[in-house]
């Protein structure tokens, strides 16, 4: 099964202040990129899972990627070195 291109967006709450996010991720199915948003925002800003909401995960074409390091991995960029 190949891996597809997900956008997920959506919010955390830290210390009673609210962050909005957005990620462009690969991912075989959602469910995939759902355990991946909450396991890099729990490591990374330590925030419970709980606390975190997913408002949205959709698949994207991958023309609309915006992520440099995505796009150079799917070959849509180059190096000019």
Not at 52 to 77: A, C, D, H, N
């Amino acid at each position: 099964m190949s891996s597809k291109i997900w956008l997920a967006s959506g919010e955390y709450m830290k210390n009673k202040e609210k962050f909005t996010f957005s990620r462009e991720l690969l991912g075989e199915k959602e469910a995939h990129v759902r355990e991946k948003i909450l396991s890099e925002l729990g490591s990374r800003h330590r925030v419970k899972r709980r606390e975190i909401t997913i408002s949205e995960i959709k698949e994207i074409k991958p023309e609309e990627v915006q992520s440099l390091e995505l796009r150079k991995f799917l070959g849509l960029e180059t190096d000019f070195s």
